[in-house]
């Protein structure tokens, strides 16, 4: 049963053997990766999972990532291959997530996948959450752990802020350090990518030795992360903006006056880390947000994707 209130788990050896304590019970535990704060389930469990769709309000039909603690244990619910061996060695643990074959008898929850016969799996950077799937042994689905549709958590606070008294517990570790969702790359045909994120993608098709296709618009869910409107603050969103309008609240990036900067220097990887955390403060203001122009390189493609889902009409 979950408390009225959520558990506060600092990350420390009884804080990680509490969560891994509570995901073997069936329970869901929200914790931090190097990208953002994961609401995790054990991805075995059909009920956990379950309950993950419920308390984020997300839709069945959007598969989950599971995270596991290594290549070898991604292996056993997946069909590898040579391209996901390149991609592994290069960028895992890391801000990547790959889609392969499901392998049959891995003993994942359909919900995990959303029915397909695919699943998404990566081994995460951030130590806590790798000691985290160690002590656990066991992979686990977990998505970004905040309300779906909603500004993804990147600090236990905005965890509680979204789903405190619907998960039993947040183990807390201070703030994500890359701040922007995992790249998702398609692996089960030709290398697609599938969502853009942390790995910048011409570090991916340099590693692959060509370019990725391109998810066509319309196409069915292959991934989390392809809803036209998501990641979305309760104010509505203004891109490209050159100068603040009646009302609103501007998130600068570069040399701008405003009331939030992504960062004041340009760098598109400071730039990311704060991204979230910045919505996050300025919907505090109920004011509509603008925000300045990001360039559309390297991780910049992340943030705008990010960013036009956050400006995306609502459902």
């Not at 290069?90 to 008898?105: C, Y």
């Not at 947040?170 to 790249?183: A, I, K, N, Q, Y």
């Amino acid at each position: 049963m979950i408390p009225y209130r959520t558990e506060y788990l600092s990350a420390d050896p009884a804080g990680l053997e509490q969560a891994a304590d509570y995901l073997r019970q069936g329970l869901l535990v929200a914790f931090p990766t190097e990208t953002v704060y994961g609401l995790g389930g054990d991805a075995r469990n059909g009920e956990a999972v379950a309950a993950i769709y419920a308390a984020k309000g997300r839709p069945s039909f959007n598969p989950l990532i599971a995270h596991v603690s290594s290549v070898e244990a991604a292996q056993r619910y997946v069909k590898w291959s040579d391209e996901a061996e390149r991609l592994a060695e290069q960028f895992w643990p890391g801000p990547l997530t790959l889609v392969l074959p499901l392998k049959a008898g891995g003993g994942v929850s359909s919900l995990v996948t959303a029915g397909l016969d695919t699943l998404a799996v990566r081994v995460p950077a951030h130590p806590t959450a790798r000691a985290l799937l160690k002590t656990l042994d066991a992979p686990v689905a977990a998505p970004s752990a905040n309300p779906s549709g909603r500004i993804s958590p990147t600090t236990a606070a905005h965890v509680l802020a979204g789903l405190d008294g619907r998960i039993t517990a947040v183990l807390d570790d201070g703030p994500c350090g890359v701040g922007l969702e995992s790249t998702i790359i398609g692996l089960a045909g030709t290398p697609t990518l599938l969502r853009p994120g942390g790995v910048a993608l011409e570090g991916i098709e340099s590693a692959l030795g060509n370019r990725l296709h391109l998810r066509e618009p319309g196409e069915p869910l292959t991934a989390p992360g392809q809803l036209l409107s998501h990641y979305a603050p309760d104010a509505s969103v203004r891109l490209n903006a050159e100068s603040q309008q009646g009302g609103e609240v501007l998130l600068g990036f570069g040399e701008v006056v405003c009331d939030m900067n992504l960062s004041p220097d340009g760098n598109l990887n400071e730039a990311a880390a704060n991204l979230f955390a910045c919505l996050h403060e300025l919907d505090k203001s109920r004011r509509p947000i603008a925000v300045s122009p990001i360039p559309e390189i390297g991780l910049g493609k992340a943030i705008n994707d990010r960013l036009r889902r956050a400006a995306a009409p609502r459902s």
